[in-house]
């Protein structure tokens, strides 16, 4: 049976016929614009364009999903929906706002030159090397900054601009972290973390979260500040002069301590656990010891989440890295991005909710819903403290399949596939679109109907739309 899609509309008949198409398969709209010279809001769609002028602002509103091909911009970008940056490489020289919640990824590497502030919730992935310049950055609850390769920020030493995370903000790199300028202003839970090694090339700053480094943790000036942190890296190398550290904190060293032989701290409220120090490696004034001196609550670390369509289901995993007191993960999803509900909770594997190893989680969701599929993680502590994981693309669901028989029907056409679970508006229309008969079951008497050819509206409560030919004897 082929399968055709039918909207009303009193211009253009064949234009809204393919452009309903193209959305129920999952075809965002294409626009053209050669440049963007004015501040312009952008509708859901693809924007394929050489870039936007200085000093204009882009826009995206929330609920609104945009792709833009553009290897630069001048201007300034706020979002409050979703962004898709396609260009493998990416550049912009104004400021980036992320609102709360929202979501930007790019195709491949990034370099800003300006500004940036990401709000409580939001994600910025970039599938690539992220390069900053000496401009601030502000995250604020819960956002993150997720980097598929090395991330390198150029603040300056001697300025005024930091590299500030509230409130169990996080940045994670996959490669290396390099901060030539460092004022790294850490909050409480806040996170930053590097796959392989992790540079302070600069001192100018104050650590009151979590630092990991899956490779090096290099040293190279002193003033850095430690206000109840948690330092875990796999090796140490203190290149700074005497007293790199002070404050209060306990520093992991899985691997080896070196350095140039200066003290790592004038302060015995810094403790040191080091499996092995080595060449140069000298403690100062820091506590041997294994527990830290105050408690730090290190955040739920996602090292991913994924979700994607297998036939009549769609498959939800993630992984966490640490868990503190963690009672489990609620799995809510959204028909909209918006108006979430629970459908089901995952307990933590966690032994008494705590880890310090990856652990692996599945869900599967096996009545998801036609259309788009907006899923988030609540993670809940045994304290009922809950924060929120965004999925950062929804997945799209053809739905079950659904097909109509007999063609040609004479006295009865049946509607085969359709969910129980969810309300159908079902319409009988003629040629011209106009609707002959309704019905709220799958078997419609069609013997009032003339000879002739007519198409079955099925519409979903997501308004999901499938139309059908059929001929009627």
């Not at 994607?308 to 890295?321: E, F, Q």
């Not at 096996?366 to 599929?373: A, E, I, Q, R, V």
Request: proline content about 3%; aromatic content about 8%; glycine content about 10%.
């Amino acid at each position: 049976m082929r399968t055709l899609v039918f909207i009303k509309c009193r211009h253009a008949r064949l234009k809204c016929i393919m452009f309903s198409f193209m959305s129920l398969i999952g075809i965002q709209q294409s626009h053209a614009q050669a440049y963007f010279n004015s501040d312009t809001t952008l509708a859901s769609g693809i924007y394929n364009v050489s870039g936007w002028a200085a000093g204009t602002t882009i826009t995206i509103p929330a609920g609104n999903t945009v792709t833009i091909n553009c290897a630069y911009g001048n201007g300034n970008l706020i979002i409050n929906g979703t962004l898709n940056l396609s260009a493998t490489s990416f550049g912009m020289a104004g400021t980036l706002t992320l609102g709360a919640d929202a979501v930007c990824t790019t195709a491949g590497s990034a370099q800003f030159q300006g500004a940036r502030t990401y709000g409580a919730g939001s994600q910025m992935t970039v599938n690539g090397t992220m390069t900053v310049a000496d401009v601030p950055l502000n995250m604020y609850a819960k956002s993150a900054a997720i980097v598929h390769g090395d991330y390198t920020n150029n603040i300056s030493s001697s300025g005024t601009n930091n590299i500030s995370l509230y409130d169990s903000a996080r940045i994670v790199a996959d490669g290396n972290i390099v901060l030539n300028g460092s004022h790294l202003q850490l909050d409480t839970r806040c996170l930053v973390k590097s796959g392989a090694n992790m540079n302070f090339n600069n001192g100018n700053s104050t650590i009151s979260g979590n630092v990991v480094c899956g490779g090096t943790l290099k040293f190279s000036t002193p003033n850095i500040i430690l206000n109840c942190a948690n330092v875990t890296t796999v090796n140490l190398d203190n290149e700074a002069e005497s007293g790199t550290l002070s404050g209060t904190g306990l520093i992991v060293v899985t691997g080896s301590f070196t350095g140039d032989g200066n003290s790592l701290t004038n302060s015995s409220s810094i403790v040191l656990n080091a499996a092995n120090i080595g060449t140069g490696g000298n403690p100062g004034s820091a506590t041997i010891g294994t527990t830290g001196p105050c408690t730090q609550s290190l955040p739920i670390l996602l090292s991913a989440f994924d979700a994607a369509a297998y036939g009549t289901s769609i498959k939800l995993s993630w992984i966490t890295i640490t868990e503190l007191n963690n009672k489990g993960f609620a799995i809510e999803r959204s028909a909209n991005g918006n108006d979430y509900t629970q459908i089901a909770f995952i307990d933590s594997k966690a032994a008494n909710g705590n880890s310090s190893v990856p652990l692996n989680y599945t869900y599967t969701d096996s009545t998801p819903l036609p259309g788009y599929n907006y899923y988030r993680l609540r993670q809940e502590d045994i304290n009922d403290i809950s924060a929120y994981y965004v999925l950062k693309q929804p997945v799209r669901y053809n739905g079950t399949s659904i097909s109509i028989y007999p063609s040609p029907a004479t006295s009865t056409l049946n509607i085969v596939g359709i969910d129980v679970n969810s309300k159908y508006s079902i319409r009988i229309l003629n040629i011209n679109g106009k609707a002959l008969l309704t019905s709220t079951t799958n078997k419609i008497d069609i013997t009032s109907l003339a000879a002739g050819i007519y198409f079955v509206q099925i519409v979903n409560d997501n308004n999901i739309e499938k139309v059908f030919k059929f001929i009627k004897e």
